[in-house]
């Protein structure tokens, strides 16, 4: 259990280094999100020889699981134009935490399907989140601000937890390897696909400079997000959803490091309010998330 802890936890580590790259590109590189999409998933051509290399051939699978891996690949398509359009609008710690209000009808779906056993304890904690996450957009007066990024980001978290008790249903059925390699190869044929449309093309043309003048942290990124999605899928299998998704909701603490991590260090560009007040709020927010944290995983 503490391995599967210790990995579940890189997932949102590792994502939300992602979050704030992708708050960057859609603020100041790129002007497509449909043409950042493809440029980032385009790049787990790095990662799969890795995985052939340290984890060997993958099993082979009914085509049945193909078609749930499409259907997810489809929601997380969704899930990113969404997220990425709300990224123009509010900070990329603010969007993340609205993640944790899909994730809050994770537990009762997954008691309902997994038989997966849910103490009042754990729902005080997951309400606890769900009540942080909705005062992380509050303004100065208490006023909470229900603005063009929230409502983008309400439909994150409904496609999202449909999303995630798809993915948790292969990775029991066919294991987390088998479930990360054969996901990871569809994004990159899929995304090879989209490059060879007239329309992909176009895209990728007129964005290339963005990728080409940031090629370095798009080569980190590509390692970056398939430590995430290879944590992610690994603590769906290994953990009960209430833990996992706890864990996950974390990650909003850890976007607020890496945004003023990247603003220190000459890489700005993502859109996040540093400020002292806004600064304050967000870590109180995170703090109660991760009281909610504990009492989930108690």
Not at 17 to 37: E, M, P, W, Y
Not at 95 to 101: D, E, G, I, R
Not at 270 to 292: N, P, T, Y
Request: hydrophobic letters at 60%; glycine letters at 8%; proline letters at 2%.
């Amino acid at each position: 259990m503490f391995t599967a802890i210790f990995i579940a936890f890189i997932q949102p580590f590792a994502s939300a280094f992602c979050d704030v790259f992708h708050s960057r590109l859609t603020n100041g590189i790129f002007k497509s999100r449909l043409a950042q999409l493809l440029y980032t998933k385009a790049l787990t051509i790095i990662t799969l020889p890795i995985l052939l290399i340290i984890f060997g051939r993958p099993d082979a699978i009914d085509f049945v699981y193909i078609g749930l891996m499409l259907l997810a690949i489809a929601l997380d398509i969704a899930i990113m134009m969404l997220f990425l359009r709300a990224l123009r609008f509010i900070d990329a710690s603010i969007s993340q935490a609205f993640w944790n209000l899909g994730a809050a009808s994770i537990p009762f779906v997954g008691a309902i399907v997994f038989n997966e056993s849910l103490s009042m304890a754990a729902v005080a904690g997951f309400l606890i989140i769900v009540a942080s996450s909705i005062a992380l957009e509050t303004d100065e007066v208490g006023k909470v601000k229900f603005g063009q990024g929230f409502w983008l980001m309400m439909g994150v978290a409904a496609i999202y937890s449909t999303w995630v008790l798809l993915n948790a249903t292969i990775v029991r059925d066919i294991g987390w390897f088998n479930t990360v390699f054969y996901y990871q190869a569809l994004l990159l044929l899929l995304s090879g696909i989209s490059f060879t449309t007239p329309y992909g093309g176009r895209l990728a043309r007129e964005n290339w400079d963005g990728f080409r003048r940031n090629i370095g942290l798009f080569m980190v990124y590509g390692f970056v997000a398939t430590a995430s999605f290879f944590s992610g899928i690994f603590a769906l299998g290994a953990l009960p959803l209430i833990i996992k998704e706890g864990i996950s909701s974390v990650q909003p603490l850890f976007v607020l490091f890496f945004a003023w991590a990247f603003s220190k260090f000459g890489f700005g560009g993502a859109k996040e309010d540093l400020r002292g007040w806004a600064v304050i709020k967000k870590i109180a927010c995170f703090i109660l998330m991760c009281a909610g944290l504990v009492m989930l995983v108690r």
